[in-house]
């Protein structure tokens, strides 16, 4: 029987949100999820979450769409 812990919190603010996922990391608690109706800029620096290349494939498929159309 498993014993993980979750905890689920509700934030008016974004920047109380990035507060909130600080304290949680300066305590060593993992934080595995996090959802937002809207994008938070500097949440996923926040939860260290590596950089994707989706943004660079992206840009490259939108400059072969102008260059073909």
């Known amino acids: ?5 979750k905890i689920f919190g509700i934030y ?4 109380d949100l990035l507060k ?5 990391k300066d305590k060593g608690i993992a934080i595995n999820e996090v959802y937002t109706p809207f ?3 500097g ?3 926040a ?3 590596k950089n994707t ?4 494939a992206a840009f490259l498929y939108a400059l072969y769409g ?3 159309g």
């Open 1 to 5: 029987m498993s014993t993980t812990k």
């Open 12 to 15: 008016a603010d974004d920047d």
């Open 20 to 24: 909130g996922v600080h304290a949680f």
């Open 39 to 41: 994008p938070v800029h």
């Open 43 to 45: 949440l996923d620096k």
């Open 47 to 49: 939860l260290g979450l």
């Open 53 to 56: 290349r989706i943004s660079n």
């Open 66 to 68: 102008v260059t073909v």
